[in-house]
């Protein structure tokens, strides 16, 4: 079991969350998860990663796998510009390569968001420390032992 996956179990286990841990074909897209899972693509939380310009560090926008993060907004609740985050950034602040970024289990404090948009499925699933591995639960506990902030940063796109 790869150290990121331990983790995230940990950290699940430490919340007392009821998590549903699975291993899944490789996913490197929502749609990808979602045909994984037979579940609808919102139904997959993306780890949508961003670089602070001002205080350079990685924050986490929690997002509806249909959806995609205005920047514009994400920004104003971050309280600075906001730009991509790199491989390196995401790596050091998350514990997670890009791909298996989880809500839970990084290595440093991360400032987090969560897409109000994933509230609408009884249960959500996210990257549980690798590509192949997710974990799916009700989203109010996911924002809860993310320690996300249920915010609306998304441009409305369809909803799958």
Do not use: Y
């Amino acid at each position: 079991m790869s150290k990121s996956l331990k983790r995230v179990r940990a950290a699940l286990q430490a919340a007392g969350a009821n998590a549903d841990i699975r291993e899944t074909a490789l996913s490197r897209t929502a749609p990808e998860a979602a045909a994984a899972l037979g579940c609808a693509v919102n139904q997959i939380a993306k780890s949508i990663m961003l670089r602070g310009d001002t205080t350079g560090e990685a924050l986490l926008f929690i997002t509806a796998g249909g959806q995609h993060v205005d920047l514009a907004a994400a920004s104003l609740l971050a309280g600075e510009p906001l730009g991509k985050a790199d491989a390196a950034l995401i790596r050091s602040q998350t514990g997670f390569a890009i791909g298996g970024v989880s809500p839970v289990g990084h290595v440093t404090q991360t400032r987090k968001w969560f897409d109000r948009t994933l509230l609408e499925f009884d249960i959500i699933w996210a990257a549980a420390g690798t590509p192949q591995h997710v974990f799916g639960m009700d989203p109010m506990e996911m924002s809860k032992i993310s320690n996300a902030e249920i915010s609306d940063f998304i441009q409305k796109t369809q909803i799958m």
